[in-house]
DNA sequence: TTAATAGTTCATAGTTTTGTGAACTGTTAA
DNA sequence: TTAACAGTTCACAAAACTATGAACTATTAA
């Protein structure tokens, strides 16, 4: 596979983590499974949008999917997602705390 | 701080991850800092693409720059950034693992 | 001062992503 | 079998993102 290749696949895949609904929703999956009504209780919004996200994340491989009776459980393919998200949450905080500093400079 | 506004900052900040230059460009900060021509030449393409690209990075506080006479140097604004990018690849790889051992059972 | 180097900014056209509501599929209960 | 529930898929308009080339800015060298 050539290396264009591989940067396209990994950017797919972390392109899966941009977008504040999917952002919230791998928050909320962090240490246990949910169904898809239980997240749309707690995101809010269409149904239609939030089964569109989690197939997109479904897709790119950070989610998981199984299927009980009536209901779609969804969880983290793997805790490496959510110690990616921790870690951007972090870089976040640094760089508003780094804003924050030079706007108290001013 | 809303709740609703950290997930969209905090998806701004994975979004600079999502595009294959982007992840070109912080594959090749690993190490060392580089100056905009270096990474062009790497990279390849129109200056003003990278530019812009460089650009966002930057301004999401992915990245860092420092001007010293005419050169440009960019670096990672912290680890974290190719601690994640790595769990990402890591995830990436995972995936398309699972993809291949699908398509051997057929 | 003029030219060259190094890169940024701008305008714009093309592509992708997103949100919405309607229609659809599959499972369970009456 | 019919209705209700849980979710997915589809079509489409609006918004965001991307690549391109031209114009621009800042620094250094001649």
């Known amino acids: 596979m050539t290396n264009k290749k591989i940067f396209e696949l990994h950017a797919d895949v ?49 989610l998981k999917m199984r299927r009980e009776g009536q209901c779609n459980y969804y969880s983290l393919s793997s805790k490496k997602v959510a110690q990616a998200c921790r870690l951007m949450r972090e870089v976040l905080i640094e760089s508003l705390k780094k804003q924050n500093a030079i706007l108290e400079k001013m």
């Open 14 to 62: 972390c392109k899966a983590l941009g977008h504040p609904l999917r952002i919230e929703v791998i928050d909320l999956l962090q240490e246990k499974e949910l169904c898809f009504s239980d997240i749309l209780e707690v995101t809010g919004g269409l149904k239609s949008n939030l089964s569109q996200h989690l197939s997109v994340m479904t897709k790119k491989g950070i």
